[in-house]
């Protein structure tokens, strides 16, 4: 289990920012030896989801975990899923902003413009293509792991600097208005 020292890499690492390549070889037991480390990783790091290039792995591979927590309470349980060579088939016109984090960028918020619903294709851990739409947090929630296969992080959409805040003055600002 010496996978799960794995080190969050954080903003201003290169890996980050490399897309990542397709997974070919699904069924073999390194791939699914890394799905399941990478499912305990996520809840030992209390994470909505998390992408392989976050702990080095240049594979486009992320999951997604969504619960409800102090952050999210609105956020919808789901089974943990992973989300192996995705694409986003369609976004929806209409966008919303609503706060984001990321394991890579720890202490910061912010408010980032989404499309409210996707349609998208991936592959199961079992190998099979599966179509399917999301959308509200989990259409924001794939849209952000998505990005991280991409080179791409929350940071990059945001409309203003205006729009980012330390994660203390983001929780001030919440009991403030609550
Ligand atoms: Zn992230």
Known sequence: MTDLDWEIRELGHPQLRKPANPVLDIAEPDTQRLLDNLLTFVVQKQGMGIAAPQVGISLQIFI????????Y????????????????????????????GCLSIPGLRALVPRSNAIDVAYDTRQGE???IRYTGFLARLFQHEYDHLQGRLFIDHVDST?????EKQWRNTLSTMA
């Open 162 to 166: 205006l729009d980012i805040m330390t």
């Open 64 to 71: 997604m975990c969504s619960h409800p927590n102090q952050r």
């Open 73 to 100: 309470p609105n956020a919808p349980v789901m089974k943990p899923a992973c989300i192996l060579n995705p694409t986003i088939l369609h976004y929806s016109t209409e966008m919303e902003k609503d706060w984001e």
């Open 129 to 131: 293509r599966v179509q």
